[in-house]
């Protein structure tokens, strides 16, 4: 078997790997629009909303100004890891090293980037709602609140783009539960298959425990723990300048090579539309 060891040849491999951690690892880029350009600020694509006046035939009306709120994206963050390995490390070591260690920074880097942008959208979202008692693990909950969650979207033009619903991996229980007790058809497909991927037509994306915190996440503050995030899709965007990047060189002093990944990110609900976005606290 052939190890890949040149520089060339890696990074071929990282190029290929990354697309696959992006499809595996990341939420974010199914309910966020995301922007790769070499911007550093976006500002605010939507105007006000103008409202018609409904009057008698006159002939006559009012002239209204409008107004774009100042509001723009700013690249002001980075998702970085770095690690150095030995030429002897990777010469002795019983599969491709570096690649190996490639793998988990992507990873690494990939789940940073997801972290960040859903505790932003969290955090900015103005719509709010707080479950009955046992949240989604009680499955007698669920369907009441998705019942509430997808009420404060609807009847808006944008609710077609799609609606979702990101919660932590200990939800699913009461999903599972309700699934396989509502209904013939849905309940058979749940036993069968166990999988939730879509309630009420709301898509139901599942991330790991503790992604969602209270904390500092590069220059923001997030308040989060205990939450989840339901919205619809596309009202929120997300800049990545250039994707994930990678490094690798040579360090004085030292033999093998020293690899870093990183992504530069940036984040915005706009808005205008960040009543779409609910922020949901588990009671």
Known sequence: MNTQSTYGERDRY??????????????????????????????????????????AVAGTYTVTAWTITDDALTVTDEVIYAEHVF??????ASLPLAQSRIDNMMYAVAFGIDKFVLNNLCEDATGTYTTPAGGFTTSANVNTIMANLLSKVAGYEDAYRGTFLVAENTDLVGFMVAGATNGFNFADAMLRNGLVTQWMGCDIYVVRTGTFVSATLGTTSVTNSGNRVFGVKGVATYASPRGMQFEEKPVTLKTGREIVVFGLIGFKLWTQKAGLVVDITLA
Request: charged share 25%; net charge negative; aromatic share 10%.
């Open 14 to 55: 990282f190029q290929s790997q990354y697309e696959i951690v992006l499809r595996n690892a990341l939420v974010t880029e199914k309910i966020c629009d995301v922007d790769r350009r070499d911007l550093k600020r976006i500002q605010n694509p939507y105007g006000s909303q103008p409202t018609a006046t409904i009057q």
């Open 87 to 92: 030429a002897h490390e990777e010469y002795f």
